[in-house]
């Protein structure tokens, strides 16, 4: 049995607007056993007598961050796409020279320093929008979830919680467009040879758990849409897929279905509580509707949103409908989840040219909570007994934190400000440190033998 006992300056418990003072965590093999307020004078008030014992967490304790979409093989692209012009569809055709150079080791020392970065920003769990699983002409591995296994191996070894959404990505274009070039290697044919493959791989450790996502109305024929739909729901897995994304998306959609990506998602039964809708930057209104009478969860990725050219999504008009808003990472151009939960709420003034639309504790939920829930990992986003044992412990005295209220992180606080991590009770970061991964040098090398 491992126990373990912090005393928190301040935790962000659940249901409070604002951090709570002197809080007195424990935990027992990875879970939270005990979560104790103390009082001003600095006495618990559940009876505990010792505190010499606790480890101390100078600063704000939060729970652990999910970031719910991740291409891990996109942090090749960091710093290399920005000069001159161009869209979304030219950064496209860089992103895919990337994907052409990988395979399964270079795919696993590249990940695992990705994510050995995400836990060095606070993020104990990633949800991983995997397309990349034959070889680069399309002929599958000797193991046809070979790239499957690496993710999995590299979120155990970068010490983070693991959600591989294996996506089915069959088509170039909605009107049906096969595969070609660098994109052959992402398609199993049809959805049927899709879920025949994916069904064939279990991952290797308890960090890690399956589930499914369509790319897109673009790459997902219409009458094969319930097909991946069918394969996540009998398995009560989470779903996910791409939504909305550009203008063109919409348009393709209309002119081949005669109705939005959403409409087309309502109508084949993909769209539900366990199903996640990325980005869904531009819904008409009745898209708006159908998301949340369906309780389907949206991912936000503004820092992403923004780089790409994508346009800002009405974030707040889809949490008023009942949709639950989460973020992630996506390309990353950075990896910080407080930047892009403070982009939610910055974006929206921009659009609407007014402030104040997101509480940090709404901030604070779709950074956790809510992105563990689209995950499938309900036991975790929250620092309450029984929940997974994931502590983010953010400094208050650095140049951007220091005079700042606990609550004001998500308007100051960086990713560097992250001092310690804790993942389902193990020490993983500590002053800023990864214990295991060497990050700089992981990342420059990983990253240097797949860019010509």
């Known amino acids: 049995m491992s126990e373990a006992l912090w005393l928190a300056e301040y935790a962000w418990l659940p249901e409070q607007d604002a ?3 002197d809080v007195l965590i424990e935990t027992t093999d990875g879970r939270i056993t005990a979560v104790t307020p103390l009082t001003p004078s600095g006495r618990p008030d559940a009876g505990v007598d010792v505190l010499g014992d606790a480890v101390r967490l100078p600063g704000l304790t939060l729970p652990g961050l999910a970031n719910v979409h991740s291409h891990a093989f996109h942090r090749a692209l960091r710093g290399r796409t920005h000069g001159g012009r161009g869209d979304f569809w030219s950064w496209r055709d860089q992103m895919y020279a990337v994907t052409s150079r990988l395979d399964p080791d270079s795919y696993l020392a590249l990940a695992r320093a990705v994510y050995a970065e995400m ?8 949800g991983e929008f995997h397309y990349l699983h034959h070889g680069p002409d399309g002929t599958p591995y000797n193991d046809p979830n070979a790239m499957s296994a690496a993710l999995v191996e590299a979120a155990a070894q970068a010490g983070i919680r693991l959600t591989l959404l294996d996506t089915c990505y069959l088509t170039a274009s909605v009107g049906g467009e096969p595969l070609a070039g660098p994109q052959r290697r992402f398609g199993d044919g049809d959805a049927s040879r899709w879920a025949e493959r994916v069904g064939g ?3 290797d450790g308890a960090h890690a758990r399956l589930g499914a996502a369509i790319h897109s109305v673009r790459a ?3 009458d094969q849409l319930a097909t991946v739909a069918g394969w996540a729901h009998q398995r009560d897995a989470p779903l996910h897929v791409h939504l909305s994304e550009q203008p063109a998306e919409n348009d393709a959609c209309r002119a081949v279905h005669g109705r939005t990506p959403t409409a087309l998602l309502a109508e084949h039964g993909v769209l539900g509580r366990s199903t996640t809708a990325v980005h869904a930057t531009h819904p008409t209104g009745g898209d708006v509707s159908l998301l949340g009478e369906s309780r389907t969860a949206v991912c936000l990725c503004p820092t992403t949103e923004r780089d790409l050219a994508d346009g800002i999504g009405p974030a707040r008009r889809m949490a008023d409908a009942g949709i ?8 990353h151009a950075v990896i ?3 930047e892009e939960a403070r982009a939610v709420e910055l974006d929206e003034r921009l659009r609407t040219r007014k402030r104040g639309h997101f509480t940090p504790a709404e901030l604070l939920t779709a950074a956790s909570a809510a992105g563990h829930a689209a995950l499938g990992w309900t036991d975790a986003g929250r ?4 929940a997974r044992a994931d502590l983010v412990t953010v400094a208050l005295d650095s140049v951007r934190t220091a005079g700042v209220a606990p609550a004001g992180v998500w308007f100051a606080a960086s990713a560097a400000d992250v001092s310690q991590v804790v993942v389902d009770g193990r020490v993983l ?3 800023g440190h990864h214990l295991t991964v060497d990050v700089p040098h992981e990342l420059a090398t990983s990253i240097a033998t797949v860019i010509s």
Not at 383 to 386: D, H, L, N, P, T
Request: charged residues 10%.
């Open 19 to 21: 951090p709570t003072p």
């Open 119 to 126: 836990a060095l920003a606070g993020i104990t769990a990633v």
């Open 201 to 203: 791989f279990t991952p």
């Open 220 to 222: 997902v024929p219409a």
């Open 324 to 331: 639950p808003l989460s973020l992630g990472s996506d390309s």
């Open 336 to 338: 910080d989840l407080f």
């Open 383 to 386: 620092i309450a007994v029984g």
């Open 429 to 431: 970061v500590r002053d």
